[in-house]
């Protein structure tokens, strides 16, 4: 019998007992097969040790910059927040502690499959519904969110996350990345809306040049599209796969490695926005955001492409010069070489703030 095979015996209740199957190798290199860091309460020991190598553990999302978004939020005890993209809920988590006793934060989120897992960590660390308030929704709902929960007078703070959260990143089933094989999706809400596949499937040449440029700044993006299209017609890009290889079919023969990565990276990124429409939800959340900040209330958002940045900029701009922001961040906030070198996934974050006249 090899490792591969699962085992079988009878233990003493008399259930049959069926041994997990083991990976290839000294690591394991799929998804499925990191069992150890998929279930973190059963090996702390090997999470640790993903944690001290500078990766994110399978399953889980390190939250970035801790410090600085606490710092500029500064909740205090008894106060009201909302993290209107929860996650992995790192971030609210450490809400949750400076908010205490008396505060009470809302978490919002749209993935119906990792909320009711960050919300089970969360109450298991003793967060109850007097303290936390859990919702499906995504964060341009805020504002009809808000008072179905009685909250008619605002909040003190808003802390939004624009990043993709490394359960989606990693999970191939998902297929956001170029990394992986899986089918081709990429909905942050996978019950709604339509597939990266079938967007890709419908998508002109024209129209997808112009959301490679608007959603990666990609320098290649007409020939990418026109490749794309051209092959597409041909025959449908179904997985993760195909799609890597299309994109590569199309960049010339003498590119370095790190340039062929980081035009993957642009492409994969530029389609999930235009998948989930998140240019148009940050402009409708950055619409009603005044709306529903508490005089004196501090807004945080965390970015991670230029183009989200543009918009948040303009909008803090705008608003200090219309008296709606009394102050706002004189500049971008980047992680430290620190925290870089702790989580590469850190490198692309840009944290901007602002505060309600």
Known sequence: MTDDEPTTHEPADGQPFRRRKRYRGTHPRNYDE???????????ETIAK???????????????????????LAPQPGEHGADVTLGHGGHSEALLT?????????????????????????????????SLTVRRCNFAGLAGMLP?????????FVLADLGLSSMQIDNPARGFSYKHDGPLDMRMNPERGVSARDWLRRCRSDRLAGVLEEGSDEPRAQHIATVLAELSEQEPIETTGQLRRAIESALPSNITDNE???????????????????FNALDAFLKCL???????????ILSF????DRRVKHHFRDGVRSGIYRKVAPDIIRPTDQEVGANSRASAAKLRW????
């Open 354 to 357: 602002a505060i309600r006249a």
């Open 34 to 44: 990191k069992y150890k860091e998929l279930c973190a309460s059963l090996d702390s």
């Open 260 to 278: 062929r990565r980081s035009t993957l990276a642009r492409v994969f990124q530029a389609i999930r926005i235009a998948v989930n429409e998140e």
């Open 290 to 300: 005044p709306d529903c900040l508490r005089t004196g209330g501090r807004v945080a």
């Open 50 to 72: 993903v944690i001290a190598s500078g990766k994110t553990p399978a399953g889980q999302h390190r939250p970035i910059l801790v410090a600085e978004v606490l710092e500029h």
């Open 305 to 308: 492409h230029s183009g989200e």
């Open 148 to 156: 179905q929960i009685g909250w008619h007078d605002g909040v003190d």
């Open 98 to 130: 400076e908010l205490q006793p008396g505060g009470r934060l809302l978490a919002l989120d749209v993935d119906a499959g990792q909320l009711p897992v960050t919300e089970d960590r969360l109450r298991g660390l003793g967060y109850g519904a007097e």
